[in-house]
């Protein structure tokens, strides 16, 4: 094993370039010793709210916690269901579960990655009834909203989903941690902006990432961004001691706002460095394995900003582990769809029963890309992948 010579992501590059103004903004929420909203959240809300062109952002403590409050805010709980995608991070699922609702997995395309709205529309037609003007679930439980996820960037069939979901009498809440700054073909607008609430993560890894845990929930509605406001702030509402719902503590910090306000700044630039690293990798993979009969390389689409540059290969355990040897550091996402994960085993998905993401979970690699990389390192990627599928690098 060599000494890695090419990070995954590299933090310290981006922290570099914003080193002054990120301590200038974080020195001044201490000499306010405001840390609790305040000024700071309250600015960062603001000016993504521009950003996205979204009417209502409310800055929580997670892009996990976005997801259940967004949830909660649906009204959804208990004796509900919500169709979602099979492959994505856990808490895309757990989130559902958590509000006391079942998730129910469609598959995915396998170009993209993202949920399938044909195959979606065909299991609902298949294996769902319509009872009392209600969709049912096979379980029984009434259908009441879809979770599509914008995965490594790359915009869902949105437009294609909500037009379903506004058929069927569904709410729409966009999953797009991944997916901050983003276009949707054909629409001119923001991933997460689309359905009645998005939900964001601001992880540092995110291509907008604090230094810590965050995350916001757009709404589209004054009414909807108030019920996810008072959610997250205990369940208070018409004063800091009057608690009309079941809340939870879920707060965008000042110091996590102050730093991603300094950052916001520069994700657009940032975006479009990440699409010009994927676009050496193409022409790099082209040229290194020609038709890429070995490699599946991401399907480009518009707006697409590129979280991650997955790849598909065969033996993908063991071309990771060649890539290792050579000091090139990769990722897997993710290794074991949803349905197949130990805390969804009560709802009895066999292997075999999504075979997309199941197929997608054996051959995916995620490859390092980041504003920074050098072109050095993405020629050392690509070579080391080349040599690992036994044929001359670039």
């Known amino acids: 094993?060599?000494?890695?010579?090419?990070?995954?992501?590299?933090?310290?590059?981006?922290?570099?370039?914003?080193?002054?103004?990120?301590?200038?903004?974080?020195?001044?929420?201490?000499?306010?010793?405001?840390?609790?909203?305040?000024?700071?959240?309250?600015?960062?809300?603001?000016a993504l709210g521009r950003y996205l062109e979204a009417p209502h952002v409310i800055g929580v403590a997670s892009g996990t916690d976005?997801?259940?409050?967004?949830?909660?805010?649906?009204?959804?709980?208990?004796g509900d269901a919500v169709l979602t995608t099979p492959y994505s991070f856990a808490a895309s699922a757990t989130q559902i579960a958590r509000t006391g609702a079942r998730p129910y997995f469609g598959d995915i395309e396998r170009d993209s990655f993202n949920l399938d709205v044909a195959g979606l529309r065909r299991w609902v037609a298949e294996s769902c009834r319509c009872e009392g003007g209600r969709l049912r679930a096979p379980g029984g439980e009434v259908v009441r909203a879809i979770v599509p996820v914008h995965l490594f960037g790359r915009p869902c069939a949105i437009t294609e989903l909500a037009a379903f979901a506004a058929d069927q009498g569904l709410d729409v809440v966009?999953?797009?941690?991944?997916?901050?700054?983003?276009?949707?073909?054909?629409?001119?607008?923001?991933?997460?902006?689309?359905?009645?609430?998005g939900c964001f993560s601001f992880y540092p890894t995110k291509n907008l990432g604090g230094a810590g845990d965050g995350g916001c929930v757009v709404a589209r509605s004054a009414?909807?961004?108030?019920?996810?406001?008072?959610?997250?702030?205990?369940?208070?509402?018409?004063?800091?001691?009057?608690?009309?719902?079941?809340?939870?503590?879920?707060?965008?910090?000042?110091?996590?706002?102050?730093?991603?306000?300094?950052?916001?700044?520069?994700?657009?630039?940032?975006?479009?460095?990440?699409r010009r690293q994927a676009e050496r990798y193409d022409r790099l993979l082209d040229a290194a394995l020609g038709s890429r009969a070995s490699v599946a390389a991401p399907v480009r689409v518009p707006g697409h900003v590129f979280h991650q540059y997955v790849v598909r290969v065969p033996e993908r355990d063991r071309v990771r582990a060649a890539l290792a040897a050579a000091g090139i550091e990769t990722q897997v996402y993710y290794p074991i769809p949803l349905h197949l994960q130990p805390c969804f085993?009560?709802?009895?998905?066999?292997?075999?029963?999504?075979?997309?993401?199941?197929r997608a979970a054996a051959e995916s690699l995620a490859l390092p890309i980041y504003p920074e990389l050098g072109d050095d390192a993405a020629r050392a990627v690509v070579a080391a992948l080349a040599a690992a599928l036994g044929r001359r690098g670039a």
């Open 1 to 46: 094993m060599t000494d890695t010579r090419v990070r995954f992501l590299d933090l310290r590059a981006q922290y570099a370039a914003v080193r002054t103004d990120i301590r200038r903004a974080v020195d001044a929420v201490f000499e306010s010793q405001t840390f609790v909203l305040g000024p700071a959240v309250a600015a960062f809300e603001e």
């Open 66 to 78: 976005a997801l259940y409050l967004a949830l909660r805010a649906c009204d959804i709980g208990p």
């Open 174 to 197: 966009e999953d797009a941690a991944q997916a901050i700054g983003a276009r949707v073909g054909g629409t001119g607008r923001y991933a997460g902006t689309l359905g009645r609430f």
């Open 223 to 274: 009414a909807d961004a108030d019920r996810v406001r008072a959610l997250a702030r205990h369940g208070a509402e018409g004063g800091p001691y009057r608690h009309v719902a079941l809340g939870i503590a879920s707060r965008l910090d000042a110091l996590q706002a102050a730093v991603l306000g300094v950052k916001l700044a520069h994700v657009d630039a940032w975006n479009a460095a990440r």
């Open 345 to 358: 085993a009560a709802f009895g998905h066999r292997p075999g029963d999504r075979p997309e993401a199941e």
